[in-house]
């Protein structure tokens, strides 16, 4: 039976139990009320004026019968606070909070005590520890969040890096994208901010790290402790960076770098090569702070 067929006759039944509900729709609809006599026929008579698909159990392979259907349907229950929704694999903390219209899909984690918003989206085998708060339509896939972090609304975690190459017949080809995206524990990470998951080693955020709306961090990059990334910022694939370093807004760091510890950029600078040595930094490309500035007096002054 397809899945057009399935739907028809649910929505037969219910028609059938109440048919005053249906009455404004016989009225107002295109549909002649004397095509459409009973409920099967209306519903099969509007579905071919909108031009639903069916779906043939022989091509797609999904779903062979209304049985397999529903017994997909009761996979998922309703979670106890908060209404949301929630894999019956799942592993959830009865203090946790799933707010309605969120989905936390198979064999996911979620501690004690967390917050789990509207829209948010848990993908499979995720795991969010205990005092966490997720916020709206958040998207978290391959990922581990860690205890008392706050994932501000829209945020993504754990998708496929940025990879691709050519092959020998000149084809675009997307590299494997097959890790995780860690995130340690106190982490704040604002909205719409994108952290990819690795592809040839985990993509990790230090504990206590802060990073600001509108970051993009690629894969494979290693963020340390207590760093602080200002608004939009943008991390290239596979870079390093030390502890309690700070990125000012904007600036933009390529790919494959190290940056040590205790290193401080200005808004708008560019890493286009290793940093070594701790202090202040800034410019394109970035370097010693107090050479950036005389770079810029020179200029002034030639003006």
């Given amino acids: 039976m397809s899945i057009m067929a399935i739907h028809i006759k649910r929505l037969s ?4 139990s109440s048919k005053s509900i249906f009455n404004p729709i ?7 009320v004397s095509q459409a ?6 519903i099969s008579t509007f579905a071919s004026c909108r031009n639903f698909s069916s779906f043939s159990p022989g091509v797609t392979g999904h779903i062979t019968s209304e049985d397999a259907f529903e017994s997909d349907d009761l996979e998922f229950l309703k979670w106890h606070k908060g209404g949301g929704m929630f894999h019956k694999s799942a592993s959830i903390d009865p203090t946790a909070s799933i707010d309605f219209g969120s989905v936390v899909h198979s064999g996911s984690l979620v501690g004690a005590n967390a917050h789990v918003g509207s829209g948010a989206v848990i993908g499979p085998n995720v795991t969010i520890g205990e005092s966490t708060k997720i916020g709206y339509n958040v998207s978290l896939a391959n990922c581990t969040i860690g205890d008392s972090c706050v994932i501000h609304h829209g945020v993504c975690i754990g998708q496929d890096g940025f990879g691709f190459f050519l092959d020998e017949k000149g084809a675009m080809v997307k590299k494997p994208q097959a890790l995780k995206a ?3 524990n106190n982490v704040e990470i604002g909205a719409n901010s994108c952290i990819d998951r690795g592809s040839w080693r985990d993509t990790v955020i230090g504990d206590d790290s802060k990073i600001d709306n509108l970051v993009q961090i690629g894969h494979n990059v290693v963020i340390g402790k207590c760093c602080m990334l200002c608004g939009q910022v943008g991390i290239a694939g596979s870079v390093t960076i030390g502890d309690y370093v700070t990125l000012g807004g904007r600036v933009g760091v390529r790919d494959h770098v190290t940056i040590v510890s205790k290193v401080r950029l200005a808004a708008s600078s560019c890493v286009t090569k290793d940093i070594t040595k701790p202090g202040d930094y800034g410019g394109f490309p970035a370097i010693p702070i107090h050479e950036w500035r005389r770079q810029v007096a020179n200029r002034s002054r030639t003006k």
């Avoid at 039944?13 to 059938?16: F, P």
Wanted: no cysteine; proline share 5%; hydrophobic share 30%.
């Fill in 26 to 32: 016989y009225q107002k609809s295109n549909i002649r």
């Fill in 13 to 16: 039944n219910l028609i059938n």
């Fill in 37 to 42: 006599s009973s409920p099967e026929k209306f």
């Fill in 182 to 184: 860690l995130i340690g």
